[in-house]
């Protein structure tokens, strides 16, 4: 299986900063990676697929970006609705994996 | 617009079986392949496997080949998840996802089904 290891495990910023979140698989992905978004008691959005293309009504400041075994999430302009947690997905292979987490909170 | 509405919580015994369903709208079910995931309480996601709603075609993910038994109704536009011979290990929170248009990513979500063993 694809092992993918997303880092940090939490992250504490300020309104208005800009965060950035990575994920590395333990073998090429091919840009076979999704970016989810989870407010508590929600079930998990898709924020970005294909490593950097948005999904639809999701706002301009949430990117993504990589290649290869490497790949980031970069929130622009932290807003006050972006605390949550974010996770990865690898797609290239069966069985799909995501990442362990990251819990975004305001500093 | 795209929605999936799971059935509601459930209480189960050790060793029994439960069946959840999830109800797709918003779009023509057949054209779009239905995932199922794993959360266990506040750790990450596992996915369990898919179901292609137009031939039946089924994938797994080999840990839960033997828990897990995916079918349609195409009739009610509905897909469900049987998992059985059920352990505290199997409690948590169960979600469909319908796919994207360009691959194995998870589109769309429902609102999760929470499934609790206890004796």
């Known amino acids: 299986d694809i092992q993918m290891t997303q880092s940090p495990a939490s992250l504490s910023a300020s309104l208005g900063e800009t965060v950035t979140i990575e994920c590395r698989a333990s073998e090429d992905i091919y840009n076979g990676l999704a970016w989810y978004q989870q407010k508590p008691g929600k079930s998990p959005q898709l924020l970005i697929y294909n490593a950097n293309s948005l999904h639809t009504g999701v706002p301009s400041r949430f990117s993504g970006s990589g290649s290869g075994t490497q790949y980031s999430l970069k929130i622009n302009s932290l807003q006050s609705e972006d605390v949550a947690s974010y996770f990865c997905q690898q797609y290239y292979d069966y069985p799909y994996t995501f990442g362990a987490g990251t819990k975004l909170e305001l500093k | 617009q795209v929605k999936l509405l799971q059935s509601g919580a459930a209480l189960v015994k050790p060793g029994d079986s439960v069946k959840m369903s999830c109800k797709a709208s918003g779009y023509t079910f057949t054209d779009y392949i239905i995932h199922w995931v794993k959360q266990s309480h506040g750790k990450s996601l596992e996915w369990i496997g898919y179901i292609n709603p137009y031939s039946g075609g089924t994938n797994y993910n080999e840990k839960f080949k033997s828990k897990a038994t995916l079918t349609v109704d195409k009739s009610s536009s509905t897909a469900y998840m049987e998992f059985s011979r059920l352990t505290s290990e199997d409690s948590a929170i169960y979600y469909c996802?319908?796919?994207?248009?360009?691959?194995?990513?998870?589109?769309?979500w429902g609102q999760g089904t929470l499934v609790t063993v206890s004796s």
């Open positions: 996802a319908r796919s994207g248009p360009y691959g194995g990513y998870f589109a769309y």
